[in-house]
């Protein structure tokens, strides 16, 4: 199974990216997809989660400024990032929960990263 993120970028403060992330290979099934991020220096923190019940969680920072959805007939998440700021300059990771053919318990699997860099 293999996650391949893209969609990041350059972006002035106020601006907004759409990042995608597709899952592929043997999936039975994925489970939760989401989306962390990691700044310089700092430790990888979750920013968003949907589960394949089409429920959502976010973290405090970005409530109200991003939406993470899914399509699932393609095994792909997105992360529409609206109102950025210049502290959501981060690599940002996808992750899903896959239940691979063979298997009956789900696999955590990363994508390689994106980097988004929001100037003041």
């Known amino acids: 199974v293999q996650l391949q993120a893209s969609g990041g970028g350059l972006v002035q403060a106020g601006g907004s990216l759409r990042l995608s992330c597709t899952a592929s290979?043997?999936?039975?099934?994925?489970?939760?997809m989401s989306w962390y991020r990691q700044a310089p220096g700092s430790q990888r923190e979750l920013v968003a989660v949907?589960?394949?019940?089409?429920?959502?969680n976010y973290a405090d920072f970005v409530k109200g400024r991003f939406t993470i959805s899914r399509d699932n007939a393609k095994n792909t998440v997105y992360l529409q990032m609206s109102s950025l700021k210049p502290e959501d300059t981060a690599v940002y990771y996808c992750?899903?929960?896959?239940?691979?053919?063979?298997?009956?318990?789900?696999?955590?699997?990363w994508g390689q990263g994106t980097l988004v860099t929001v100037s003041s």
């Open positions: 992750s899903a929960a896959v239940v691979r053919y063979g298997s009956n318990r789900p696999s955590d699997y």
């Open positions: 290979g043997l999936i039975r099934r994925i489970n939760a």
């Open positions: 949907a589960t394949n019940g089409d429920n959502t």
